[in-house]
């Protein structure tokens, strides 16, 4: 979605990210190539997946259900799709 937003930005005659930042959700290997590169959130898949696996051995080896709420830090990756934003005299 967000390389379609760079595309209606330049449909528009915006530039990115002179004029508009653009920022992804799920940074994927190739999304560093695009031009501009994306700025994106990074979940961490690993460390996701990892708890996953975990809690359903546990249960299948007949260890009771843990009712907790894990929580995972995502990484604000910052690329070219990200400006500072316009100078504005006051």
Same mark, same amino acid.
């Given at each position: #979605? *967000?390389? !379609?937003?760079?595309? *209606?930005?330049?449909?528009? @005659?915006?530039?990115?990210?002179?004029? +508009?930042?653009?920022? @992804?959700?799920?940074?994927?290997?190739? $999304? *560093?190539?695009?031009?501009?590169?994306?700025?994106? +959130?990074?979940?961490? $898949? @690993?460390? #996701?997946?990892?708890?996953?696996?975990?809690?359903?051995?546990?249960? /299948?080896? !007949?260890?009771? *259900?843990?009712?907790?709420?894990?929580?995972?830090?995502?990484?604000? /990756? /910052?690329? !070219?799709?990200? !400006?500072? @934003?316009?100078? +504005?005299?006051?």
């Amino acid at each position: #979605m *967000a390389l !379609g937003a760079i595309r *209606a930005c330049r449909e528009k @005659g915006l530039s990115v990210p002179a004029e +508009v930042s653009v920022v @992804g959700f799920d940074d994927s290997p190739l $999304i *560093a190539f695009t031009d501009p590169p994306l700025t994106t +959130v990074r979940k961490p $898949i @690993g460390a #996701m997946a990892s708890a996953a696996v975990q809690t359903l051995l546990e249960e /299948v080896n !007949g260890a009771p *259900a843990k009712h907790v709420e894990l929580i995972f830090q995502p990484e604000l /990756v /910052v690329r !070219g799709s990200t !400006g500072s @934003g316009p100078l +504005v005299n006051r």
